[in-house]
């Protein structure tokens, strides 16, 4: 009998196969995000209460950590939903200043010596409606994911109550798949850390950014203080999210010298804070670098949306985990991802 041999691929080869794999895989992530999205988040929630599973047994050890997540969930979601409906009611307050800026706007450009024709064109896009129906749609938005939270809650479910039982399969796996589980008992303990980093630092960040909004007479200050501590969890560019709609509303409601007092605090505050503070922490919690997670930021939110966002670095540190820590072969690529050299 003749076996034919097959020669090994070249490196270069396993690169690219590697990258087409990746792109293949990040495709069917996208097409079937809807599923995606939402598991992820409950296994992500699921990790972060692991610390209190840990010291219940029995039926409390998986009933009172979702308990937990369902009661902070429904408070962030009731809160969230009551002042994006009190900023959908408050807007059309504002069409006057709203058509009062467009007309300066123009006259200023008219002064720069544009033609009145251009401006008009440029300008006849903006209406205080549009901004209406902008926040209406968010309103919508928030209604259409029903469908979302309900698959989140059912997996959400069944994560917690097998939680304890994969615990021991774990320990018993550890014999025969020892990378495969100590990979895996980091991705928990890391995406733990960097929850608990993000979660201490957007509470920092909302509560000075309410305080400076009340200072200054921003409406609904406490809105954007929740908006900052949502978009914390947004890596690199989640204060610039979080900045715009207050300093829009500043501007409407008091004019440019509020807007520039909100702008100036938030970028004291929150880059202080998150740009240069909290990445530090951020990073040694969740082992990857500042030029992966800002990859991260970019695919997942391709992939996913805003949800891809939120949880860009959690998904980066499982695949990392999945991909890396769980192979001796692909070791080496380690020190490239986590950005330090491994002891």
């Known amino acids: 009998m003749l076996v034919k041999y097959v020669a090994p691929l070249s490196g270069g080869l396993r690169t690219l196969s590697a990258g087409a794999a990746a792109i293949i895989v990040l495709w069917g992530v996208k097409q079937l995000g809807g599923i995606i999205g939402p598991a992820f988040l409950a296994l992500t929630l699921t990790i972060a209460v692991s610390p209190l599973r840990n010291r219940l047994t029995g039926w ?55 033609e009145q024709a251009q401006i008009k064109k440029a300008l006849s896009g903006i209406d205080v409606g549009r901004v209406v129906q902008a926040a209406q749609s968010l309103l919508a938005g928030l209604t259409g994911t029903a469908s979302a939270a309900v698959l989140m809650v059912l997996v959400l479910y069944g994560m917690s109550l097998d939680a304890v039982t994969f615990r021991r399969t774990l320990a018993r796996t550890a014999a025969t798949r020892p990378h495969l589980v100590t990979a895996l008992q980091g991705f928990a303990r890391d995406t733990c850390r960097y929850l608990v980093v993000c979660t201490v630092f957007g509470l920092v960040v909302a509560a000075f950014d309410t305080v400076a909004l009340v200072l200054l007479g921003v409406p609904l200050p406490l809105l954007w203080g929740l908006l900052s501590f949502i978009t914390n969890y947004i890596p690199n560019v989640g204060f610039v999210i979080g900045l715009i709609p207050p300093a829009a509303l500043a501007l409407l409601d008091s ?89």
């Open 60 to 114: 409390a050890a998986a009933l009172v950590p979702l308990a937990v997540i369902l009661l902070v969930l429904g408070l962030l979601g009731g809160a969230v939903g009551i002042a994006v409906a009190r900023f959908a009611d408050l807007v059309p307050k504002y069409a006057d200043q709203f058509q009062h800026l467009v007309s300066s706007a123009a006259a200023v450009l008219h002064g720069l010596g544009i």
């Open 255 to 343: 004019g440019v010298a509020t807007m520039v007092g909100v702008v100036v605090a938030y970028c004291v505050l929150n880059f202080l804070i998150q740009s240069v503070i909290q990445p530090k922490f951020t990073g040694e919690s969740a082992r990857l670098s500042t030029a992966v997670t800002i990859l991260s930021l970019l695919v997942w939110t391709w992939a996913l949306g805003a949800l891809g966002a939120i949880l860009a670095v959690p998904l980066s540190a499982f695949a990392r985990a999945v991909l890396i820590d769980a192979d001796p072969a692909t070791a080496w690529a380690s020190p490239l991802v986590t950005g330090k050299e491994e002891a």
